[in-house]
């Protein structure tokens, strides 16, 4: 998964039978740049009665799929009471990175490791003023940062389909990019999917 723009958007699909019967589907995701051009996207596979039943706790896995259908890319979450983990694996099953809720304690703080375990950012959100904006920070010094978009009322009041902005800032290394990007899924999923 290459990733040469330092501004993307993730843009999550909205569901008619979702808004429709209330019945949580599969998430569904595009990833793109700031002119607006698809790059990758991404699929939540989950069982239908976890997703019912077990809500926002439930285990599930996100694909990360570039144009052509292949698999770029892995995201797993087990099931969780309390600290969610998702794990960043490539299609060969080699893991990348983790993000894990930083404390039980922690309101919507999240860490990102690579795979040696090794803390690369911490995801904080700007409170009280900015809830739904997310300062990167490596070694207290913010790098990045990540912005929950309005989508308009239909898609807010209707649904949980979510836009973010990420802005990567200075960041060049490909493997801190990705591990940015799946924070942005980590940040919706543990934060924003409907409780």
Known sequence: MQISQQKLTIKQQVEELE????FETRNKYRILDQTGKDLFFAYEESKFFSRQFLKTIRPLKLIIINKNKQPELIIERGFFIIRPHY????????????????RWWSIYTLDVYDGQE??????????????????VTTNNSKVALIQKRWSGIGKEFYTDADNFSIDLGSIKDNNLKILLISAVFAIDLTRFERK
């Not at 808004?19 to 209330?22: A, E, R």
């Not at 490539?90 to 809720?101: D, E, M, Y």
């Not at 090794?118 to 300062?135: A, E, G, I, V």
């Open 87 to 102: 794990i960043i694996k490539l299609p060969n099953g080699q893991v990348i990175g983790h993000v894990k809720k930083k």
């Open 19 to 22: 808004i429709f019967t209330g």
């Open 118 to 135: 090794n803390l690369k950012f911490t995801c904080s959100p700007q409170l009280p003023k900015h809830p739904w904006t997310y300062d």
